[in-house]
Nanobody, 116 residues
Framework: QVQLVESGGGLVQPGGSLRLSCAAS????????MGWDRQAPGKERELVAR???????NYADSVKGRFTISRDNAKDTVYLQMNSLRSEDTAVYYC??????????WGQGTQVTVSS
């Protein structure tokens, strides 16, 4: 089964930018949908962005216009470009893979902290 490893998290000031990467141990070409979720302490995990095998994307309203998801199948990598970051974006960000019902997968997560 595909393994997902996130990287690129860290501390950034409000208004700053960060790019997250998700490296898959197996090919992501077969995955119907890839994406990113996030979870802040004491809160439920929420959808951030999704990208299909055909590169159709969708975003949570809270990040629309600021975040961009992309995928590079040749590199087995999914990216999340985050611009105009706000304190409320602070969370652990998880890479997500969907192949079929019952075959969903999340990575270990990478911490993003937006603070001055």
């Amino acid at each position: 089964q595909v393994q997902l490893v996130e990287s690129g998290g860290g501390l950034v000031q409000p208004g700053g930018s960060l790019r997250l990467s998700c490296a898959a141990s197996g090919s992501i070409f077969s995955a119907k949908t890839m994406g990113w979720d996030r979870q802040a302490p004491g809160k439920e995990r929420e959808l951030v962005a999704r990208i299909t095998s055909g590169s159709t994307t969708n975003y949570a309203d809270s990040v629309k216009g600021r975040f961009t998801i992309s995928r590079d199948n040749a590199k087995d990598t999914v990216y999340l470009q985050m611009n105009s970051l706000r304190s409320e974006d602070t969370a652990v960000y998880y890479c997500y893979s969907y192949l079929a019902r019952g075959q969903e997968k999340w990575g270990q997560g990478t911490q993003v902290t937006v603070s001055s």
